[in-house]
């Protein structure tokens, strides 16, 4: 199971941390990433960490806002998120695969998918 969470609405501007935590499965060997959906769009990738946290791939749409980082002994992977923009409003979802699929991540490609949390930026 995995449960994200930390979503909120907030201004242009300000910053939120999202939280996912897994449970039941395997969170070794695994890759988490992020997907976003917005309203009326197609989901879309956002960033993925791999096992050990020292590779990561990120969208170019959120490049050097977000930052994304692993606690494996807490089986739970966050996402710091900078700088937000209206644009920026979506359901964030939080994904697992086995591996690391960095640039090549894909919606089809996740094995385990968490409930999306609700993330609202105002202008």
């Known amino acids: 199971q995995l449960q994200a969470s930390g979503g909120g609405l907030v201004q242009a501007g300000g910053s939120l941390r999202l939280s996912c935590a897994t449970s039941?499965?395997?969170?070794?060997?695994?890759?988490m990433d992020w997907f976003r959906q917005a309203p009326g769009k197609e989901r879309e990738f956002v960033v993925a960490?791999?096992?050990?946290?020292?590779?990561?791939w990120y969208a170019d749409s959120v490049k050097g806002r977000f930052a994304v980082s692993r606690d494996n002994a807490k089986n739970t992977v966050y996402l710091q998120m900078n700088s937000l923009k209206p644009e920026d409003t979506a359901v964030y979802y939080c994904?697992?695969?086995?591996?690391?699929?960095?640039?090549?991540?894909?919606?089809?490609?996740?094995?385990?998918w968490g409930k999306g949390t609700q993330v609202t930026v105002s202008s």
């Open positions: 039941g499965l395997p969170f070794s060997g695994y890759s």
């Open positions: 960490v791999g096992w050990s946290g020292g590779n990561t």
């Open positions: 994904a697992a695969v086995k591996g690391y699929c960095g640039s090549y991540c894909t919606e089809r490609g996740m094995e385990y």
